[in-house]
């Protein structure tokens, strides 16, 4: 079983940096999991941001030189440093996990995350 809790979120403004946290509460090995970030507005679907596994990063094409994702293995936390935030970037933002995974699998869909936290809201006014 694993809990996730976020953290980090914020109102800011167009061009802030924000970084958001997600504490991992597991019974396995710190390095059995994968562990990222979706985001979603009213009406939409969730969407992937970024996703650390293992040591591989993947990131949506659109936060990509903005956005880093990393993790403190010590403090089983995972962290979502946003730079150069623009009003889209306005969301519910969610931390995800599931067991570390292959290239088959498509990271980018919800569907693919057995764990999901509460979710923290970030809103970046222009």
């Known amino acids: 079983q694993v809990q996730l809790a976020e953290s980090g979120g914020a109102l800011v403004q167009a061009g802030d940096s924000l970084r958001l946290s997600c504490q991992v509460s597991?019974?396995?090995?710190?390095?059995?999991?994968?562990v990222g970030w979706f985001r979603q507005t009213p009406g939409k679907e969730r969407e992937f941001v970024a996703v650390?596994?293992?040591?591989?990063?993947y990131y949506r094409d659109s936060v990509k030189g903005r956005f880093t994702i990393s993790g403190d293995n010590a403090k089983n936390t995972v962290y979502l440093q946003m730079n150069s935030l623009k009003p889209e970037d306005t969301a519910v933002y969610y931390c995800?996990?599931?067991?570390?995974?292959?290239?088959?699998?498509?990271?980018?869909?919800?569907?693919?995350?057995?764990?999901w936290g509460q979710g923290t809201q970030v809103t970046v006014s222009s």
């Open positions: 597991k019974r396995r090995n710190a390095y059995d999991y994968a």
């Open positions: 995800v996990a599931t067991p570390l995974f292959s290239a088959s699998v498509d990271y980018r869909r919800a569907s693919s995350y057995a764990y």
């Open positions: 650390l596994n293992w040591n591989d990063r």
